[in-house]
């Protein structure tokens, strides 16, 4: 044996103890992969239900395995939802890892209930979880929703509650909420929070029958004080254009009252700001300023650029003013205005402020203004029919 090779071995000899080092690390197709969580609150008990996810699901995300159930939901109700948890550890057969959890589903009740926000420190305090862990309230039962299958038939891990921003970029009806971000709107003021709300739908069928799927049809306002109420389908639009991230919203309209058509406008690459203007008597009114583009859809007759315009500034406006006074019927401060006046006058929020947020009227909103960019026709298939 030559010299090199001696070395060789004894370098071998050395290094195996050192490999054998990971002989008790646990091997992934033995853990048990907690894709959701729902908690419910009934008769002073926690209701929870485990969504665990089919372990092939997590590496072959866009669809599932053939012949194998994409999940299973297990439950159990305890005083806290660490007891609820430990029922059931004692009914799985592996162990369960909590590293790829990517939401959590509140139902009304445990909205309601007087310490929900310790649901919340709950998950913020388990060092296996993340604070990118979806949010979302619920007043379908818990089960229902977590049973729900995507559109066909396709990984749990792709559905719209475990990876909402790709369902956002067409359309932004309802901003995403994570962990991390209700966690700060909390501590900032006003102190609320929008929880986007769930809600069973049965717009999809399948050859056999129709199929249920999850929509987002509003929001949940969660404070540091508690739940305070719901805002849902339409009256909940105005959030949309407040939301400086939005993708892409629509608006739907009839240029002229006699006509019999609608028009359809996307709107798009929305920046929006807010200036809280501080008067003598300290009051203070928001001004918010909209850029937006737009983009015609299937229109069939001539139309003019500034009607076009006009409307579209008329029913942005509408829906901004309407989910306002919808929050305010809940004592909601829906658009954070309170922190905006924090942000650019300390010295004003300081002399207003109650328990962090500011009084709110109908007068609140001052002048609102809505430039419309650009107007895009879309495809120019036919001749140009948009008239300046």
Known sequence: MTRKNVLLYVCMLITAPLIAGCWDIMEPQRMYYINAIGIDYEDNQYKVYLQIINFADVAKSEQPSTGAMPSEIGSAEGRTIEEAIYKLYRSVDQEIFWGHLRFLLLSERVMEHEHSLSVIDTFIRVRETRYQIWVYCTKDPIKDVLLVTPILQSSLTSSKLSNPIGTTEQESFIEPKSLRNLVIGLNEPSHEVSIPYVSLTSSWENVDEPVQETTFAGVGILSKDGFKGFIQNTAARGNQWMFDKTSRGEITFKLHEQQRDYLTVDLDKLKVKVKP??????????????????????????????????????????????????GLKLDVDIYRFSEYLYRANLKTWKTLEKDGKIPLTKDSIGKITIHVTKINPGRKTYEETIEK
């Open 277 to 326: 203007i501080v008067r003598s008597n300290e009051s203070v009114t928001f001004n918010i300023d909209l850029h937006v583009q737009a983009t015609l859809n299937g229109f069939k007759e001539s139309v003019n650029s500034d009607e076009i315009r006009a409307h579209i500034q008329e029913t942005v406006k509408k829906e901004i003013i309407e989910t306002y006074e919808e």
